[in-house]
């Protein structure tokens, strides 16, 4: 069993390559929640949402997020009732938050609703939420805090982040499933998503990091940054706010920052001269194309990552 | 001020007619809420939808439900995610339904929540929901007890209806603003709606009977059968199996059973020779056009209607 974390687009990239690159089941994916939120009374769950369509192969190929093909008439519908349509939710899409909102309102939880929309669309990796209890990322900016897609998707990243908080996340539980799949993971893979704001909160829940380092899996993370820069969205500026490195050394001295937590850091070979430098953090690196475009590109991805993983479980059973 | 009781199609089309033959803002018109239900967690209200899309002048000109040129993604895929369509909601309707929902989640009432919407879609008329309280009709079978829109929309009709029960009408509140249009209005009009399924529910709402005939404004009903059959729907059989003539006279008799709340009935001029049985009945007959085509069709019946309505009340106030 392979246990992923993952955020948005990136994070449903390298899932989708381990689901391809693994007999089917043997992938659980754990998804941030925290940047969900509630539009016109139905419960939206981004990174949820983006890595369920991703493995159910319907995923926008533009974007990453949405359903592929999809329109917006509800929105403009929407629109013409005199609302903002700020978060373009797609027609196909909304039934995705038609049918959680329903479930939810009948008392389902989130793990239970995500389950069964995952099945419906025949993925048969298991999509675990982080966490059932609401946990909300807001960003502190010079003009003060924002809710995460007041920022993300409103105002477009423009701010500088100078903080940021998971309301919530102290009191957040750890789902049963989550416990499960870290305990059964013989690898965990940290999957190229935002650091800060995608994984930060995955592995602010109360009870995972133990759980992590209670497990001999060894634990690798993909760098979400390459050559300097984001390859999505904008961990590049926000490491620079939060007074980090903006480099895949940046990433694995913030990881490093976990104290033996994650084991290695797959780097792209655009910045193959920092694997000395992240081997001084601690972290074993490996230096491979990590730049994923089509289905092919992240199985590829993937295989590397698992085999490195297995390299590295080997290295550790001959420590102990 | 003229107040219409009004169901689905026949009864919009009406209101239409009324809304454009008076000065905006002079109608009123409270709308049957026994077909509303729950789909998928969004409060459906079928007859206020047709009522709102059809004075907003966006209803779809064949159906005369749904919104013109609507189309049914989010359908689609609600039924990828393996849940039964059978109820046709068009993706800038769901913009309605999931609006509405909101709102009243919120803590609005139907009334609030509905006149928001009417605002928004630049309805001068006032939309009123018979009331704000939870009333469903259930039909009985030979095959059983069901709920309305098993009966219309699933089941298509094809059962005999034995007898109409409206779960819940016994404890309905007349909301305020329903109080105030009757007692401010000069006319009352009974559209050409089922005067079973559609009006029925609204006459039955604890209280606007009462106000109704505290009233000195004349009530005219249009005829919803015409030449012996019903113009849209199952009135006539519905007014078969439950032992009623199947003609004008039938809903004549019908509505001469409210005991004088009814003073007259426009019937089409394929029925005229039934105006002598209609007026057997207490009732005066008015004798015209009632098939009711496009927006100029619709305001020409309205105006003959308001005009027979002035009749009348000049006839009261000469008896008084």
């Given at each position: ?66 359903i592929a093909g999809d329109t917006h008439h509800a929105l403009g519908q929407i629109a013409a009732y005199g609302r903002d349509p700020w978060f373009r939710l797609g027609d196909r899409d909304i039934a995705t938050h038609i049918l959680r909102t329903e479930r939810l309102r009948q008392g389902a939880t989130l793990t239970e609703a995500v389950a069964e929309l ?203």
């Amino acid at each position: 069993m392979i246990l992923a974390l993952a955020g948005g687009v990136g994070g449903a990239k390298l899932a989708q390559g381990l689901a391809l690159a693994l007999p089917p089941g043997e992938l659980s994916v754990v998804v941030n929640t925290a940047d969900d939120f509630e539009l016109y009374g139905l419960r939206i769950c981004p990174d949820l949402d983006t890595v369920l369509y991703t493995l159910a192969g319907i995923a926008d190929p533009v974007n990453g997020w949405g359903i592929a093909g999809d329109t917006h008439h509800a929105l403009g519908q929407i629109a013409a009732y005199g609302r903002d349509p700020w978060f373009r939710l797609g027609d196909r899409d909304i039934a995705t938050h038609i049918l959680r909102t329903e479930r939810l309102r009948q008392g389902a939880t989130l793990t239970e609703a995500v389950a069964e929309l995952a099945a419906a669309c025949g993925v048969a990796s298991r999509l675990l939420p982080m966490t059932d209890d609401p946990v909300a990322t807001l960003v502190d900016t010079p003009g003060g805090r924002l809710a995460f897609q007041d920022y993300f998707v409103a105002r477009r990243q423009r701010d500088d982040v100078l903080s940021v908080v998971f309301d919530g996340v102290e009191t957040a539980r750890l789902p049963d499933g989550v416990a499960a799949a870290v305990a059964a993971a013989e690898l965990v893979v940290l999957c190229p998503s935002n650091p800060i704001v995608s994984l930060g909160p995955i592995l602010a829940v109360p009870g995972l990091r133990a759980a992590l380092a209670a497990s001999a899996a060894p634990v690798v993370a993909v760098s979400p940054i390459v050559g300097g820069r984001a390859l999505k969205g904008p961990a590049d500026r926000m490491l620079a706010t939060l007074g980090h490195e903006v480099s895949a050394a940046g990433v694995a001295a913030l990881y490093a920052g976990f104290h033996g937590l994650v084991d290695a850091l797959v780097i792209d070979g655009a910045d193959a001269d920092l694997a000395p430098r992240i081997e001084a953090f601690g972290l074993r690196a490996l230096v491979t194309s990590t730049v994923m475009g089509d289905a092919d590109d992240r199985r590829r991805l993937a295989r590397e990552v698992l085999a490195f993983g297995r390299q590295l479980a080997l290295a550790g059973s001959e420590v102990r």
